[in-house]
């Protein structure tokens, strides 16, 4: 399973399966996900990010930092795969920087105001000590954002379309899945919120979004289930050892 896995043989796989193309596609507002599903609801639970300290942790190719940049916030991203960072530095634009490091090892910061971390975490072997480094990049008070492919509904599209349903035969373990470019790691709901609360985090909101049905031609399923969860979380509370 994932005791096979370091984040530095993950980082391995995204850097050789990040294409310029891929990239340049995504460049804007990321993939069709990104835009209609994850994008709308990362936003507002951001709020208003004027003259804010933002980190985005896992940038990628950096369009996320683009926009946060582009409503007046003052982004950092972080991005350990040379690919990626490369692009997107490439693209900066007024009121970014980048580092470029593993995000279970950050290096030390000022505070931040909110850190987002979208669709990063269940890509992660190591993904408790980047949790945590998120967590410990904030303010006091300030607010953690993340992003993950729902755990329950990972292989929606395919199953949907195989079965006309949604199948799932096992949830409680952990396990990889292989994708295109690189693999994410399946772990159920709860360990992800239980370590929200380990960290000393009150969580603010849980999104699961759906898609408005005008967008689906042909992917329905993504209508009727939430193939993302994203989670609202602020600090406030000390951590646990």
């Not at 919120?193 to 985090?201: H, K």
Request: charged letters at 25%; a negative charge.
């Amino acid at each position: 399973m994932t005791s096979a896995w370091t984040n530095e043989t993950a980082i391995q796989q995204w850097n050789s399966g990040s294409t310029r193309e891929s990239m340049e596609a995504t460049a804007e507002r990321g993939d069709f996900a990104k835009e209609h599903l994850l994008n709308p609801v990362l936003l507002r639970l951001l709020g208003d990010v004027r003259g804010r300290r933002v980190l985005d942790a896992g940038c990628g190719n950096g369009y996320f930092s683009r926009m946060l940049a582009g409503r007046g916030a003052q982004v950092t991203g972080v991005e350990p795969a040379e690919s990626l960072i490369s692009f997107a530095r490439e693209k900066a634009g007024e009121g970014i920087s980048y580092v470029q490091a593993d995000l279970a090892r950050l290096p030390e910061m000022e505070p931040f105001d909110a850190v987002v971390c979208s669709m990063v975490l269940m890509a992660i072997p190591e993904w408790k000590p980047a949790m945590r480094a998120c967590v410990e990049a904030l303010r006091p008070g300030g607010l953690f954002v993340f992003a993950i492919v729902h755990p329950a509904f990972e292989e929606l599209l395919g199953t949907w379309r195989k079965y006309g349903e949604y199948r799932q035969t096992e949830y409680l373990a952990e396990y990889e899945i292989a994708g295109r470019d690189a693999s994410d790691f399946h772990r159920p709901l709860s360990a992800y919120l239980n370590e929200v609360a380990a960290l000393g985090c009150r969580v603010r909101e849980v999104a699961e979004p759906g898609l408005d049905p005008e967008m689906a031609d042909g992917i329905e399923s993504h209508v009727r289930m939430p193939n993302f969860l994203i989670v609202a979380a602020e600090t406030g509370c000390p951590l646990m050892p």
